[in-house]
């Protein structure tokens, strides 16, 4: 058969990656359309304490009486935007910054001694500093903070992926013609990182999950009575014993949130292999 005349592979790599969007897509529009089928206000007790599901509603109640299941399609809602807020921040700070780094040198220099001494800060240690200092508190405060930890860690991967374009023959052309740095960044370095910021991004908002999720338990995020799914998680971890769906269902939610759009964001990456083609 003659070369490139076979559809079958790509058709069949374009379903999976369509199919792979699916549990991100699905997940996210529950999450943010939850508030329109609970049955019942976020902070209203409905059955006793600790209710075992069933007793009142399908999922329980957590420690006040309050419905788990009107809570849960609540919570996510804040917890999405908040971790794409972080995602679309930092990728886009990693983005700029890394890509006029490999162009300038000294530059270059500046940003990777300043994201070596921010990297050694300990995340959680961080978190507590950043967002204690921060008038006020709450959710804002770990949003900021998950913002400026996760800018370092996104500057280096992009400039690691950009430096070996920075010396490609069309970059030193541009250069030659008198393009200025912005434009060979945004115009001849940046569409060749397509793979690159889709994976960032899905990193970005896993770890946006994981450090609002954290601050939660540490007592610095999200604070009663907001319907947040790692808050609904420590509230009810005394009454495990008595309804374990309390802790689980909100557990089961942030696990399943982050593994699909990483799965998602996976899937947009292309592969080499993808571009290949077929001979016989």
């Known amino acids: 058969m003659t070369a490139g005349t076979r559809k079958g592979p790509p058709a069949r790599t374009g379903t999976r990656r369509r199919a792979a969007l699916v549990p991100a897509l699905v997940l ?16 209203a007790p409905v ?15 957590d420690q006040l009486g309050r419905d788990v299941l009107s809570r849960l399609l609540h919570g996510g809602t804040v917890l999405i935007g908040s971790a794409a807020l972080v995602a679309v921040l930092v990728t886009l700070a990693g983005v700029v910054v890394g890509c006029f780094a490999v162009l300038h040198p000294l530059l270059g220099r500046a940003v990777e001694r ?26 804002w405060a770990v949003t900021g903070a998950a913002v400026v930890l996760g800018i370092p860690y996104a500057v280096r991967i992009v400039a690691a992926a950009a430096a070996p374009l920075a010396g490609a023959g069309y970059v030193e052309a541009a250069l030659a013609r008198g393009e200025s740095l912005r434009h060979v960044a945004l115009r001849e370095i940046l569409p060749n990182l397509r793979s690159t910021v889709a994976a960032l991004f ?3 908002f896993v770890e946006g999950v994981y450090v609002i999720s954290m601050a939660a338990f540490l007592q610095i995020g999200p604070r009663p009575p907001a319907a947040d799914w790692a808050l609904m998680i420590r509230e009810n971890a005394p009454g495990i014993l008595l309804n374990p769906w309390a802790v689980i269902a909100p557990s ?12 998602a964001c996976a899937s947009l990456t292309p592969r080499s292999a993808d571009k290949a083609v077929t001979t016989s």
């Open 114 to 139: 300043t994201a070596d001494v921010a990297i050694l800060l300990p995340p959680v240690l961080g978190i507590m500093l950043i967002a204690l200092a921060w008038p006020g508190g709450g959710r």
């Open 202 to 204: 899905g990193l970005r």
């Open 47 to 61: 059955v006793a304490p600790y209710a075992a599901a069933g007793d009142g509603g399908p999922l329980g109640g």
């Open 252 to 263: 089961l939610a942030v696990a399943a949130l982050a593994v699909s759009v990483n799965l």
């Open 28 to 43: 996210s529009a529950l999450a943010l359309a939850g508030p329109l089928f609970a049955a019942h206000p976020l902070d």
